[in-house]
């Protein structure tokens, strides 16, 4: 089992940073990769960016040059850098694990909120 706690959320103007952290235990070895979710009111979660276990990243378009995940594996840590935040970005923001087997853990959520 893997277990992930969010961290890092708040209230933000637009224009402004976020750094969300997610905090990652268990069994780590089983970890494929890991990704940064969201879901905004009355929406679908949306996958925002990934992060394999080789190093390789990926963003969706509408975060593309703005975000960045990243990893400290020193501290079994994962993170997600948010600049230029916008309105749009406000959600919830979900850290996610795939792990070998085809399994997917969740984290509990964190709230991020851009004022305009």
């Known amino acids: 089992q893997v277990q992930l706690v969010e961290s890092g959320g708040g209230l933000v103007q637009a224009g402004g940073s976020l750094r969300l952290s997610c905090s990652v235990s268990?069994?780590?070895?089983?970890?494929?990769?890991m990704n940064w979710y969201r879901q905004a009111p009355g929406k679908q979660r949306e996958l925002v960016a990934t992060?394999?276990?080789?190093?390789?990243?990926n963003y969706a378009d509408s975060v593309k040059g703005r975000f960045t995940i990243s990893r400290d594996n020193t501290k079994n840590t994962v993170y997600l850098q948010m600049n230029s935040l916008k309105p749009e970005d406000t959600a919830v923001y979900y850290c996610?694990?795939?792990?070998?087997?085809?399994?997917?853990?969740w984290g509990q959520g964190t709230q991020v909120t851009v004022s305009s």
């Open positions: 996610n694990a795939m792990v070998t087997g085809g399994g997917s853990m």
């Open positions: 268990g069994s780590i070895f089983s970890i494929n990769a």
């Open positions: 992060i394999t276990s080789g190093g390789s990243t």
